[in-house]
């Protein structure tokens, strides 16, 4: 079951959705939450121009991108504390100053479940679509991830995105055990342009998730339309709060695709997405 969730903290319109959709699974299932924030120093390195004055010059804008980090680490502790005590929830918020994949590393070995905004970085400045942070979690990470997007969801309801790969499996396992299906309307969706093999996967899905006390209705969909395609088409029409799918596979057609359909939602999640490597 979620005990405990780390948050990463930020300001883009995505980070806001992650707080709001952290808060509200603290609220749900009693698990404790935790934010972090920091200050990227791989992003202050800049490199170093071949002229007179260079290196001064370097020194000057590092020095000044790092009180600008600074500030911004301040701001968003002050502001998390300040929507912890809003909503009634234990104030604890994490800080660092380093490499911020090694820092959420050893801030995970005591965490269940990572929840972040699709443009999650650790430096002062504009946030970007899928940054090198966030592709670099879900390849690393040993925890599922919920990436949100720039809006709430609109709904409650679960999606679960299966193809039968050992990443969708892991995926499914994983949100299996954290418990936070339960109570949720779940469909589990598997796209195939074999009606018969989409529908073996969507039941064997859905069975598992029942064995472990989530009711599951299996909706296998014929098609040859891009697998990402069909996803946001359906998250378009069931409007969920949730879509489950597992992420970059190593070898493997199927795993293949999958890990390119993830990598393309990430980029603009159409909901909270539910992933694990």
Not at 7 to 27: I, N
Not at 66 to 95: G, I, M, N, P
Not at 218 to 223: E, G, L, M, R, T
Request: aromatic residues 4%; charged residues 25%.
């Amino acid at each position: 079951m979620l005990q405990r969730i780390l948050l990463l903290l930020g300001e883009s319109s995505a980070a806001e959705s992650a707080r709001a959709t952290a808060f509200a699974l603290a609220r749900e299932t009693g698990a404790t939450l935790a934010g972090i924030t920091g200050i990227d120093v791989t992003a202050l390195d800049l490199p170093t121009l071949g002229r007179a004055g260079a290196s001064a010059l370097k020194a000057r804008v590092e020095a000044d991108l790092h009180t600008q980090a600074e500030a911004l680490r301040k701001r968003l502790r002050a502001q998390y504390e300040q929507q912890c005590t809003a909503h009634d929830v234990t104030f604890e918020c994490l800080s660092f100053e380093g490499d911020p994949i090694e820092a959420l590393h050893l801030a995970v070995e005591t965490r269940d479940l990572v929840v972040t905004g699709h443009d999650a970085g650790f430096h002062a400045g504009a946030e970007v679509p899928l940054p090198d942070l966030l592709s670099r979690l879900l390849a690393s990470m040993p925890r599922p991830i919920l990436v949100c997007g720039d809006d709430r969801p609109e709904g409650t309801d679960v999606l679960v995105a299966y193809d039968s790969s050992l990443p969708a499996m892991r995926a499914v396992q994983m949100f299996a055990l954290t418990g936070i299906g339960k109570g949720r309307r779940v469909k589990v969706v598997a796209v195939d342009p074999d009606q018969e093999e989409a529908a073996r996967r969507a039941a064997g899905a859905a069975s598992y998730l029942a064995s472990h006390g989530c009711a599951a209705e299996a909706a296998p969909i014929a098609s040859r339309l891009d697998i990402a395609e069909v996803l946001r088409l359906e998250t378009e029409r069931v409007k969920p709060g949730l879509l489950v799918m597992g992420s970059y596979g190593h070898r493997g057609w199927r795993e293949m695709l999958f890990g390119s359909t993830t990598h393309r939602l990430v980029e603009n999640p159409p909901c909270p997405l539910f992933i694990y490597h």
